[in-house]
């Protein structure tokens, strides 16, 4: 990639003097208001949770924030490692930086002892699909199958599975095909279970 070269990893605690860029890049992407991004930046430390940020050297020998992670540590899997708030500043996305990231942080991961890393999905996936999950019969889990939507009319399944309790479920869908935003129920977040890949090092 075109300007490879002029790109480093680095951990923000040992680079404080950059925290100001790295939280405009997060809050661009998820908006938290400044007291509380910057008491989650502050925790980072060499025992973890860790930020790391991808820092790239201008033609006039600046150097800028471009990318940001998060490395944590998972109670019950000792060996392996937890990435979230993985993120490209937005005007240099689709250029390769976000590839560059990853890679980074995964040899960083595995430099500092780890043997399996869990990529959390969560941030991306879950938010832009809260909405859309919640005209869907249920949520579904993932191990199971979407089931195909009924023609309306059509007479109901004869042993339709019990719905899970601990699971929110939107409003029946109306007569008409025509929904509107009354119609939509937002599910929140923390009643979902968190997705992630999971990835050896």
Excluded at 41 to 49: E, G, I, K, W
Excluded at 170 to 178: F, I, R, V
């Amino acid at each position: 990639m075109k300007g490879e070269e002029g790109l480093r990893l680095v951990t923000l605690h040992s680079h404080p003097e950059h925290i100001e860029e790295c939280m405009k890049i997060l809050n661009d992407q998820w908006p938290r208001s400044r007291t509380m991004r910057m008491r989650s930046l502050s925790t980072s430390c060499d025992q973890f949770p860790t930020s790391l940020l991808l820092l790239k050297t201008t033609s006039h020998g600046d150097t800028e924030v471009i990318g940001h992670s998060r490395l944590n540590t998972l109670p019950r899997e000792p060996d392996a490692a937890w990435i979230e708030s993985v993120v490209i500043r937005q005007d240099l996305r689709g250029a390769g930086y976000g590839r560059q990231l990853m890679t980074r942080t995964e040899e960083y991961a595995r430099i500092s002892g780890f043997s399996t890393m869990y990529l959390s999905t969560h941030d991306q996936q879950l938010t832009k699909g809260v909405q859309a999950l919640s005209l869907k019969s249920s949520v579904v889990g993932k191990d199971q199958k979407c089931q195909p939507a009924m023609k309306q009319g059509a007479p109901p399944p004869a042993s339709p599975a019990p719905p899970d309790p601990a699971v929110p479920h939107p409003p029946p869908l109306p007569a008409s095909s025509k929904l509107t935003k009354d119609h939509i129920t937002k599910i929140e977040p923390s009643s979902m279970t968190k997705m992630y890949m999971k990835k050896d090092l």
